[in-house]
């Protein structure tokens, strides 16, 4: 099977604000589009995904994934995250209706395509499936086969959220690079423990110069 990705990502000025801590507001957005860049790059790397759509209104963040091969799709409703998925879903199934889909989260820059197809090829049989993050709370991919809604319900608790609405968890081991997204300090150290790609790897050496 071949997945169409749909990445969800905030105006970089907004994106990861609980790194500010770590990284404080000068570096915090150039380390969310490394972020971005580095997980397109890896999705678009992947066997098992035939194409990529970023959900985004930063007009920085468009250009330098679109570079990248990725599709840009305008944050038309502007109402959050599911929102803009539910957007994203709407317009690559527009013209391609019967496209399995997969919400993957923006902010996992140690990304292995092969890990990644994996996860994809586990989610395959089953309408709704996906994986929990490194965390055990929340969710970094959600997918939904051909003909099936793909009812993102990311945020709080998304992992209990999404199991309520009837996806199936996958139960994977060996896929820690697509379970580890980047939220605080600490999930940046892991995320650089497991390895980073390129650009992210150049951003944190540019925090830990600054500190």
């Known amino acids: 099977m071949q997945w169409t990705l749909v990445i969800p990502l905030k105006p970089l000025a907004r994106a990861k604000s609980r ?11 150039g380390l969310a589009l490394a972020f971005a860049q580095d997980t397109v790059a890896a999705a678009a790397a992947c066997p098992a995904v035939r194409d990529v759509a970023v959900v985004t209104d930063d007009a920085l963040a468009g250009r330098e994934l679109a570079a990248l091969g990725a599709r840009i799709v305008p944050d038309v409703p502007g109402e959050g995250l599911n929102a803009a998925l539910r957007h994203g879903t709407a317009a690559v199934r527009a013209g391609r209706p019967d496209v399995a889909v997969a919400a993957l989260n923006a902010d996992l820059p140690a990304l292995r395509p092969l890990e990644l ?3 994809l090829d586990g989610a395959a049989p089953f309408p709704r499936a996906f994986l929990p993050d490194a965390a055990g709370i929340g969710t970094t991919l959600l997918c939904a086969a051909a003909g099936t809604e793909l009812r993102p319900v990311f945020g709080t608790a998304s992992r209990a959220r999404h199991t309520a609405s009837g996806a199936v968890e996958l139960a994977l081991d060996g896929v820690d690079s697509v379970r580890q997204d980047v939220d605080t300090g600490d999930d940046l150290r892991a ?9 992210t790897a150049a951003a944190a050496a540019r925090l830990l110069i600054a500190d």
């Open 19 to 29: 790194l500010a801590a770590t990284a404080g507001d000068g570096l915090r957005p």
């Open 117 to 119: 197809a994996r996860v």
């Open 191 to 199: 995320a650089l423990a497991l390895g980073v790609g390129p650009r």
